[in-house]
């Protein structure tokens, strides 16, 4: 699990809500249903004019990764590479044949695959690049997602706001029904301005940071697939995965 997420969600509104308790305010007075439904309904309408259903739907899967940590360890990885090439070295490429089944990540499994069946090295890496390559853009069409949530929520805001003015002006004459107006005037660009930095656009840049990881983490694993390819040494192989490393990663 990412802690920094679940923090920094905590931190970001709990300030905001602390604020707004410490200057004396109430938390009825920014909880307000017509708000939450004019904004929140506006930008998941606005975002779905936007992107194809597919994109959507792969947003909202995709948007897990900033709370959960699903990939795999790269010093497992590259320790795994290792072994295999031991073998290869030792009993020759096709002695990896029962190895394949056995891989759980299904781009080292393919690659793997691609090895044993002595497909040459060149090709292997340019199969395997292709697949990470569109991978990585259609990850990235889907933290687009949440960059565009995060800019039409402050604008939906606005139309929030607008349209409590426009339910104050109707009842000027009325002055028990002024109040509720004004409140979603101003509690709808709260939580549109809010919702965007606090929330969709946080999001959208965690998600591509997590994307770049995976993608490093393919990289390595071409890498390692094409020096067990082409039969380097075990230990030459170990050295040049740990490149992919970070310099706390090669400490530990």
């Given at each position: 699990?990412?802690?920094?997420?679940?923090?920094?969600?905590?931190?970001?509104?709990?300030?905001?809500?602390?604020?707004?308790?410490?200057?004396?305010?109430?938390?009825?007075?920014?909880?307000?249903?017509?708000?939450?439904?004019?904004?929140?309904?506006?930008?998941?309408?606005?975002?779905?004019?936007?992107?194809?259903?597919?994109?959507?739907?792969?947003?909202?899967?995709?948007?897990?990764?900033?709370?959960?940590?699903?990939?795999?360890?790269?010093?497992?990885?590259?320790?795994?590479?290792?072994?295999?090439?031991?073998?290869?070295?030792?009993?020759?490429?096709?002695?990896?044949?029962?190895?394949?089944?056995?891989?759980?990540?299904?781009?080292?499994?393919?690659?793997?695959?691609?090895?044993?069946?002595?497909?040459?090295?060149k090709l292997t890496r340019e199969i395997l690049e292709i697949e990470?390559?569109?991978?990585?853009?259609?990850?990235?069409?889907?933290?687009?997602?949440?960059?565009?949530?995060?800019?039409?929520?402050?604008?939906?805001?606005?139309?929030?706001?607008?349209?409590?003015?426009?339910?104050?002006?109707?009842?000027?004459?009325?002055?028990?029904?002024?109040?509720?107006?004004?409140?979603?005037?101003?509690?709808?660009?709260?939580?549109?301005?809010?919702?965007?930095?606090?929330?969709?656009?946080?999001?959208?840049?965690?998600?591509?940071?997590?994307?770049?990881?995976?993608?490093?983490?393919?990289?390595?694993?071409?890498?390692?697939?094409?020096?067990?390819?082409?039969?380097?040494?075990?230990?030459?192989?170990?050295?040049?995965?740990?490149?992919?490393?970070?310099?706390?990663?090669?400490?530990?």
């Amino acid at each position: 699990m990412d802690i920094l997420t679940i923090l920094g969600l905590i931190f970001g509104f709990g300030a905001v809500i602390g604020g707004q308790v410490l200057e004396g305010g109430s938390l009825h007075s920014i909880t307000q249903f017509t708000a939450a439904i004019i904004v929140f309904g506006g930008t998941i309408g606005a975002v779905m004019v936007n992107y194809p259903l597919h994109t959507f739907v792969l947003a909202l899967k995709n948007a897990r990764l900033a709370i959960i940590n699903h990939s795999v360890d790269p010093r497992t990885i590259i320790k795994y590479i290792s072994e295999l090439a031991a073998i290869a070295r030792k009993d020759g490429l096709l002695a990896l044949e029962s190895k394949v089944k056995k891989t759980q990540d299904p781009f080292l499994k393919k690659g793997l695959q691609l090895v044993v069946d002595g497909t040459e090295p060149k090709l292997t890496r340019e199969i395997l690049e292709i697949e990470m390559a569109y991978s990585e853009e259609y990850n990235h069409a889907s933290s687009k997602v949440f960059e565009s949530a995060g800019g039409y929520a402050p604008t939906i805001g606005i139309l929030g706001a607008v349209l409590g003015l426009i339910h104050v002006m109707e009842n000027l004459a009325d002055p028990s029904k002024l109040g509720a107006g004004i409140a979603v005037a101003f509690v709808a660009t709260v939580y549109g301005v809010g919702s965007a930095n606090l929330l969709y656009l946080p999001l959208a840049g965690k998600l591509k940071l997590k994307m770049r990881e995976e993608a490093i983490m393919k990289e390595l694993i071409i890498e390692g697939l094409i020096s067990l390819s082409e039969g380097e040494n075990p230990r030459r192989v170990e050295e040049k995965l740990t490149g992919f490393l970070r310099d706390s990663q090669k400490k530990r």
